[in-house]
Structures are given as structure tokens and as C-alpha cells.
């Protein structure tokens, strides 16, 4: 009879440490989304008040052509936490119930969006379109505070092309910008008559808050900041780190479509002012220029 032997190997230990760096990185992502998103929740009911459970709602981004989908739960409640801010399109389907469409609801960074749905009876082939209005009071939270958008980013002129100059757009505010002993130019803001050290500087979710003084880092340049919001007040939680403000930058994303511009900014003296006391205007001449582009890395995405 021949004999068997058994070798038993200990599998190498090489990996845990990959494995546990994983682990950190996906909870510190997650934690992060919370910070740069918004969410759409509400109800859906019939034209007499009562709730209708198992009615498939839908939102969709028409630049990416994302689409998520849930139905209401037994009390006619719906919810799409963790939604980019954007533009986006509701729809709820019920046999029975005309098609319900809500189109053009801007959602601005952390706004939490409510829209109840009333459906009306008829086939489903039928089509009930609504036009979103923006909301003039906040009514899902207590924070204080202002987003500035892109429109207002691209539009408005900027000194040394730095978005976080628009900080002082918000009411309460005094931005201010200075360089420190390194050279690097710092961030700084304060809000209602409090500290500049005290504010609390984010990108994309994450700290962007300078660990010699605590005043912002750089951010990237206008045209790839999507929007950004400053929290004044009434601040959740989440972003209790510091008794200032809350200045949360978001940077822009791609679409289903390839786009991109080109730019140059120049200034010279010609607008400029004489000192008093020198005999001609003070030399400036400058010129910047570049160019952007963006596109779908995965399309639907």
C-alpha cells in the first residue's frame, strides 16, 4: 500500500495589509459621499389624500443618463439618498395612474429635496408633466447658509482666478486672502464676527484645511469647480470639527457627451488708476489662458 502524505503550507499574510487598507478606504469614501451629494424624498398619494404603496419612482440625470429606481414603501414614502448635485428628472409609474413627471429639479450641493406626487386616474400611457420651481425657503433642514454655482463662478471676475474670493458673496461673511511664510496663498473666511482659524475648509468631501493655521488650501482652478456651499449656521454633526463656517467645494464630473472650451484672461493698465503721487499709471500687463475637456470615462455612469 503506498502511503500519502499531507503537506500543509500557512497561506502567506501578505495580503492583510492590502486587505485593511481597502477596508479604510472604502469607509472613508463612504463617509465622504454623505458630505457631496443630495437627496430627492417624498411621497406618492392619490387625488384624495390617500397614500399608494408599490408606485416605482424614478429619478434620472439627462447629462449622464444615470437613472435610479425604487418603489414606495407601505405608507406611499420614497427616498434617492447619495444623488450628485445636478439636474434631474422624477418620474412615478403606477397601472391604473397616469404617468407622472416632474422635470427640471436642481439639486444644489447637501439639499435635500422634497416633492410629494399626486397621481391622477387614467392609463398609464398618459402623461401628467410638471415644471419644477425653485424653492425659496429650505424646509428639509435647519442650516444656514448660500451655495455659489457655476454660473456665478464662471461669470463673476476673479482676482488671481481664486473661486474661494466668492466666499464673500455669502451674507455674514468677510473673505480674505494672504499668503503665508512659505509663499502659498491661504484661504481665509469669517463668519458673523468669528475667528478665521475657525472655519472648516472641504473638496469634494475631504479636508482641504491647512494644518499650519488651519485656513483653506488651494483649490483647483473655476472652471473645474461645479459649485460649492458655505454653511453658516445650524451646521449638522457631520461637519462639527470647527465653530466657523463650513466651506464645502465640489468639482465638476463628466457627462455622455465630450465637451471643453478654451479661455484667456487678460488685464493691462488701461482701467486702472494713477497714484497720486507718481507721474504715470503703475506697469500691469497679464495674461492667462488654458483650456478644458471633459467626457464620459463609462457612459451611464
Known amino acids: 500500500m503506498n502511503a500519502v502524505k499531507f503537506s500543509f503550507r500557512r497561506a502567506p499574510s501578505s495580503l492583510a495589509p492590502v486587505v485593511f487598507l481597502a477596508t479604510l478606504v472604502l469607509v472613508s469614501m463612504s463617509s465622504l459621499q454623505g458630505q457631496i451629494t443630495s437627496s430627492i424624498r417624498g411621497t406618492v398619494s392619490e387625488q384624495t389624500g390617500g397614500v399608494i404603496p408599490g408606485v416605482e419612482v424614478s429619478v434620472t440625470n439627462p447629462e449622464?443618463?444615470?437613472?435610479?429606481?425604487?418603489?414606495?414603501?407601505?405608507?406611499?414614502?420614497?427616498?434617492?439618498?447619495?444623488?450628485?448635485?445636478?439636474?434631474?428628472?422624477?418620474?412615478?409609474?403606477?397601472?391604473?395612474?397616469?404617468?407622472?413627471?416632474?422635470?427640471?429639479?436642481?439639486?444644489?450641493?447637501?439639499?435635500n429635496a422634497r416633492i410629494d406626487i399626486k397621481l391622477e386616474i387614467g392609463e398609464l400611457v398618459q402623461e401628467l408633466v410638471v415644471q419644477s420651481d425653485a424653492p425659496l425657503v429650505e424646509t428639509t433642514t435647519s442650516e444656514l447658509g448660500a451655495v455659489v454655482d457655476q454660473k456665478k463662478i464662471t461669470q463673476l471676475p476673479i482676482l488671481g482666478r481664486n473661486t474661494l474670493s466668492l466666499v464673500s458673496l455669502v451674507p455674514g461673511s468677510q473673505g480674505l486672502q494672504e499668503g503665508n511664510a512659505?509663499?502659498?496663498?491661504?484661504?481665509?473666511?469669517?463668519?458673523?464676527?468669528?475667528?478665521?482659524?475657525?472655519?472648516?475648509?472641504?473638496?469634494?468631501?475631504?479636508?482641504?484645511?491647512?494644518?499650519?493655521?488651519?485656513?483653506?488650501?488651494?483649490?483647483?482652478n473655476p472652471d473645474a469647480i461645479q459649485e460649492f456651499r458655505v454653511i453658516t449656521n445650524n451646521y449638522d454633526a457631520e461637519y462639527g470639527r470647527t465653530a466657523g463656517a463650513v466651506v464645502n467645494v465640489v468639482t465638476r464630473s463628466g457627462s455622455n457627451s465630450f465637451h471643453g472650451s478654451l479661455f484667456e484672461f487678460h488685464r493691462n493698465r488701461a482701467l486702472n488708476a494713477r497714484d497720486f503721487f507718481r507721474s504715470d499709471k503703475t506697469p500691469l500687463v497679464q495674461n492667462q489662458f488654458g483650456f478644458t475637456l471633459g467626457g464620459p470615462v463609462i457612459k451611464d455612469k
Do not use: C
Open 64 to 111: 449622464t443618463n444615470e437613472k435610479r429606481t425604487t418603489t414606495t414603501n407601505d405608507v406611499g414614502y420614497y427616498s434617492f439618498p447619495a444623488l450628485p448635485p445636478g439636474q434631474y428628472e422624477v418620474r412615478a409609474e403606477m397601472p391604473g395612474f397616469k404617468t407622472w413627471t416632474q422635470k427640471g429639479v436642481a439639486l444644489s450641493l447637501n439639499r
Open 182 to 220: 512659505q509663499g502659498f496663498l491661504e484661504n481665509k473666511v469669517s463668519i458673523n464676527g468669528a475667528r478665521p482659524e475657525d472655519s472648516n475648509w472641504l473638496l469634494d468631501g475631504g479636508d482641504n484645511t491647512s494644518t499650519l493655521r488651519n485656513y483653506g488650501n488651494v483649490v483647483p
